[in-house]
C-alpha cells in the first residue's frame, strides 16, 4: 500500500514538473491569420523571440489587439495544429499599451476551426434558472483578470458571477465578501517586469461588486475589500502568477 501511495505521488510530481516546464511567458506582437472556414474562425499567433517559436494563443479568454503587444501566459500542449503555431492551453493573453505593427496573414492552406459558442456562456434571461438548493455552505467564486485590467472578460466570467448570485439569492446570503487582488509583486517577461498596482485590486473588487449588484445580489449584503501580492490559486496549476490577478467573491449563508 506504501509503495502504491508513493508511485501515485512521484506520478503527480512528475506530471507537475512536467506542466511547469512546458509553461511560457513571453511579450510578443500578435499576427492575426485569416481563415477560409468562415466568421469569427481565425487564429491568433505570437511569435516568443527568445526561442523563435510561434505559438497558437486563439484559446486564450481575451483575444490580442492588432497592432499592440501582448503578454502572453500558458502552457504547451499536444492538441493539433490547425494554424500554424504550437497550441498552447491554458493560456491568457493580456493586451499591453505599446503598440507594435498590425499583421494578417492569409490562410495559407491552414484549417484553422469554426467558431463555437464558449461553455461558460450564460443563457438569455428568459430562460428560468435552476436555483440551488439546501443545505447552503459558504462557497468562494474566483474570476481572473488580464495584466493591468479590471475589465470583466465577455463570454468568460458571466457564468461565475450568476453561480454566485444565485447562490446569495437562493441562500439569502447575509454576507457576499468581494475581495480584490493585483500582483504587485509582478513577474519578468522578455527581459521586463510586469507588476500591478493596489489600486487596480481595489478597481477589480468595486467592477464585480457592481456587477453583483445588477445581477441581483442586495447591496447591504456586499463587502468589498482589496490586497496586493496575494497567494496564487492551487486549482489553477500551473499558471500561478495570472491566478494572482483576481478577484474572489465568498458567498456566506
Known amino acids: 500500500m506504501r509503495n502504491t501511495l508513493f508511485i501515485i505521488a512521484a506520478l503527480l510530481a512528475a506530471d507537475a514538473a512536467s506542466a511547469q516546464a512546458d509553461f511560457r511567458r513571453f511579450v510578443t506582437c500578435p499576427v492575426y491569420r485569416d481563415t477560409d472556414a468562415g466568421r469569427k474562425s481565425g487564429c491568433w499567433l505570437g511569435t516568443q523571440i ?7 494563443v486563439s484559446n486564450s479568454p481575451d ?20 494554424c500554424g503555431g504550437i ?37 438569455p434571461l428568459a430562460v428560468p434558472r435552476k436555483m440551488p438548493q439546501p443545505p447552503f455552505e459558504e462557497k468562494q467564486f474566483h474570476l481572473i ?11 468568460s466570467v458571466e457564468l461565475t458571477i450568476e453561480n454566485a448570485t444565485l447562490l446569495a439569492q ?16 509582478g513577474v519578468e517577461a522578455s527581459g521586463r517586469l510586469y507588476k500591478e498596482t493596489l ?50 467573491v465568498t458567498v456566506q449563508p
Open 63 to 82: 483575444k490580442p489587439l492588432a497592432g499592440r503587444l501582448m503578454l502572453v501566459e500558458g502552457v504547451l500542449s499536444n492538441e493539433r495544429d490547425i
Open 87 to 123: 497550441v498552447m492551453q491554458p493560456v491568457r493573453i493580456s493586451v499591453l499599451q505599446e503598440p507594435c505593427p498590425e499583421v494578417i496573414i492569409p490562410a495559407e492552406g491552414w484549417p484553422s476551426k469554426p467558431s463555437v459558442t464558449p461553455p461558460n456562456v450564460i443563457a
Open 199 to 248: 489600486a487596480l485590486a481595489k478597481a477589480r473588487a468595486e467592477m464585480t461588486a457592481e456587477a453583483l449588484r445588477r445581477m441581483g445580489v442586495p447591496a447591504h449584503t456586499l463587502q468589498v475589500k482589496w490586497q496586493g501580492d496575494p497567494a496564487p490559486l492551487a486549482s489553477e496549476a500551473p499558471m500561478h502568477e495570472p491566478s494572482k490577478r483576481r478577484v474572489t
Open 170 to 185: 437562493a441562500s439569502k446570503a447575509r454576507r457576499v465578501l468581494v475581495t480584490g487582488y493585483a500582483d504587485t509583486r
Open 145 to 155: 483578470f488580464d495584466y493591468d485590467s479590471d475589465f470583466l472578460v465577455y463570454q
Open 50 to 56: 527568445e526561442t523563435s517559436q510561434r505559438f497558437d
